[in-house]
């Protein structure tokens, strides 16, 4: 699939602001692959799809959790962990997407996860500075991006795992243990 049939693919999905986000999303994460020797085509399609499911309906996210027996630890956490999984299940298996590397990196852009590829990495953190998102640290982050992927990924988990502990809300373990294996 090249880049344009993939667009097309998901603006059919997800049109307006959030389909504006994933064409920046794609940008970043391209500069990022081309800075730190990751494959072009394959960060292509991980950031084209890397939200195709965002939109969709709480109730049809759990659906696909619970049919395609994603990872059940998902129900007893925040929905917005849900939309990276289940669009890896369905690029998967409706778009004929069969790159380990690329269905992962869909799978974990939100909560990352111990051991992260290359590509993961910069799918995850092509979507934490993608030029129009702003919170509190992203001028940090934005620069430690030029010099060094995993000093950024490390900043960018932990103001992720802050922001959650300021608002009292649930840490995905999988978060937690991107976390740990980034400052281990
Ligand atoms: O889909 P996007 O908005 O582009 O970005 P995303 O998929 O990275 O989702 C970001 C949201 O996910 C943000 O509000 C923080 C939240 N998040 C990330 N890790 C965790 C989490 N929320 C909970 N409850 N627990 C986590 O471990
Ligand atoms: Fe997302
Ligand atoms: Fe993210
Ligand atoms: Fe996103």
Excluded: C
């Amino acid at each position: 699939m090249d880049r344009e049939e993939a667009l097309q693919i998901v603006k059919q999905r997800i049109s307006g602001p959030r389909f504006d986000h994933t064409v920046r999303v794609l940008k970043t994460a391209l500069d990022l692959a081309v800075q730190y020797g990751a494959d072009e085509k394959k960060t292509e399609i991980a950031a084209i799809f890397h939200d195709y499911a965002k939109l969709q309906p709480i109730s049809e996210l759990k659906k696909v959790i619970l049919e395609k027996k994603l990872d059940s630890r998902l129900l007893d956490y925040h929905s917005e962990l849900w939309h990276g999984p289940v669009a890896a299940s369905i690029v998967q298996e409706e778009m004929g997407v069969h790159d380990k590397d690329v269905i992962n990196a869909i799978r974990y852009h939100t909560t990352g996860r111990a051991g992260m590829s290359l590509l993961e990495k910069i799918i995850y953190l092509a979507d934490y500075i993608e030029p129009g998102r702003q919170f509190p640290g992203l001028d940090e982050v934005r620069a430690l991006a030029k010099t060094d992927l995993d000093l950024a990924l490390t900043k960018a988990i932990g103001n992720t795992m802050k922001f959650l502990i300021d608002q009292s809300a649930q840490i995905f373990p999988d978060t937690l243990e991107a976390y740990n294996d980034m400052v281990k």
